[in-house]
């Protein structure tokens, strides 16, 4: 087994968001050993740069020797490189081992403060940038690295194929990030073909974006360094960043950082939410003559959404396809607990999670005067709606109903009840929902109520 491994030849941002901390996020996120030479303290935040101090440029080359000697470097990134002897190092180094370089050439922060200095500039472009299989200039650096302002698609293709040209990296991204559209489309140029791609995600509106260039450089140099073409590298990088953007974080006062967690965190949250599901449904298997009673005619559905930060909307809670039906007499899941499944219970948990973020999961059945009584005898807090009472304007918006109502009940006992009830319209049946924490929970909560229903009626 062959372990990749990564390096960032970059600066720290004392705000986390960029630099280093990005690129080592970002490395581990796409399963990649991550390892720093380290080229300048930033004293940074959201806001802005309040001071530098630069690395010797002699201890910036022992770094990358260090790890280079012992441990092996598949391939690496450079980000903040701010002045010509550290960039004359940095070029040696990477001469010397040989392995692919990807550059991010960076000039300035989000924030507009320098992190080059201005007569850097030349050596960037005479030294590091010829050595660059990838390079991934910004709006604004293409400008300064072809001469012409860069602010259409068309000044970035021209751009591109220029830096290829006179600069001689393998493949130039111009990003447009700084562009604008509803797509953020980058451009990639291929110096020996000549040929142009295009990499297009939606534009997300968010002023979160301080260590995008960093995060997304920093994932082309793992998807080379876990061996994948540059092509596959840089879609995977344009993947893995659209989601860190998406995911942001809403942190300081300026620009907040990207999440390049985001792309692990998904994925473990919703292996959990699967887990959790199925210790669920086992329950309601064990005991499928018991709940089998309480099916309503509509089916039940149970759901349970991912941790609320990352509970945007229905495709974000998992449920039953087919729903949780009655057969001979039992209740039976018609499938294994899927994504985007349910709209019915997912818009419970989705308006329960306003009021309390860790109610994330919820069972609907059938209305039964005697689940509430044995409800109440347990203790728990119920609530209900009157879907009699739902303003016009509401019932004309497809999807409105449950979400107001469950506010309705919320609001009525002042947190999110541990049940909410109604006793339906023209057309709509009675029903209850339980709500709880986790699956488990609910339908544990649903057991004590079902077995004090059966306990009484021995009596
Ligand atoms: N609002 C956005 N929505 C979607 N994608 C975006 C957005 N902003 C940037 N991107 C994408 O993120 C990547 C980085 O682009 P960008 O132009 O922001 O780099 P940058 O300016 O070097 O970043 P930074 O200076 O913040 O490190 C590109 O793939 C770009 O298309
Ligand atoms: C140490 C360091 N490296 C790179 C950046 C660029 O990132 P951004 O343009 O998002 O501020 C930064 N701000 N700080």
Redesign the pocket.
Known sequence: MRIPRALTIAGLDSGGG?GIT?DLKTFHALGVYGMVALTAVTAQNTLGVRAVQEIDPSIVETQINAVAEDIGVDAAKTGMLSSSPIMEAVARAVKRWGFPLVV?P?M???SGDPLIRPEAMETLKRVIIPIAKVV??????ASHLAGFRVETLDDARRAAKVIAEELHPEIV?V?????TGN????IVYFRDTGEYRE?R??????KN?????????AAIAAGLARGLSPWDAIKL??EL??TA??YSLPLGHG?GP?NPMAWLELRAYRADVIDEMNKALSMIEENADLIGKYIPEVQSNLGYALPAFYARDLNDVAAIPGRIVRYMGKAKPSGPPTFGVSSHVASYILTAMKYDSEVRSAMNIKYDDRIIEAAKELGYVISSYDRRQEPPEVKAREGASIPWGTEQAIKSVGRVPDIIYHLGDWGKEPEIVVLGKSPVEVVSKLLAVLRRIDEKSRF
């Not at 974006?209 to 450089?217: D, I, K, L, R």
């Open positions: 960029a990005a991010d960076v300035y922060a989000k991934t200039p910004n709006a604004p650096e991204i990003k447009g990030g700084h562009l797509e953020s489309i980058d990499l995600a939606p534009r997300i509106d968010t974006t301080h260590g995008t260039g960093c995060s997304f450089s990088a344009k960043i659209t953007i998406k620009h990207v």
